[in-house]
């Protein structure tokens, strides 16, 4: 998963006509650090979906843009676009994160 590191690449990223799916996060986040030990498999998985990995605190106008009310959390993005949000509480799982992958 590539990191974002500016706000112009995030901008790039999710304007491309390839889907992209940013996982918000932080460092101090102890639900985040679980993700880490599941989420490379998944990714292995939907490799229709281009990964991206934002660090909420240093980017926190694009958590409250996109309404990144909790972390982690994943964005899916195309076109400029988003189109799906899978909130904290429900991306605590290998299952809730292949569920809401699978409804897209």
């Known amino acids: 998963m590539e990191k974002i ?3 112009d690449m995030f901008e790039q990223c999710i304007s491309l006509p390839e889907p992209a799916i940013m996982v918000f996060t932080a460092d101090w986040c ?3 650090r ?3 030990m599941f989420i ?3 990714i292995a998985e939907y490799t229709q979906y281009k990964w991206y990995e934002v660090d909420r605190d240093a980017f926190p106008t694009l958590a409250e843009t996109y309404e990144v009310m909790g972390i982690p959390s994943l ?10 949000h899978l909130h904290s509480a429900n991306a605590k799982t290998p299952q809730q994160v292949r569920d809401f992958l699978a409804q897209l």
């Open 5 to 7: 590191t500016s706000l």
């Open 34 to 36: 679980r993700m880490e």
């Open 40 to 42: 490379d498999d998944i």
């Open 75 to 84: 964005l899916l993005f195309q076109d400029g676009e988003k189109i799906a």
């Open 30 to 32: 102890p639900d985040c």
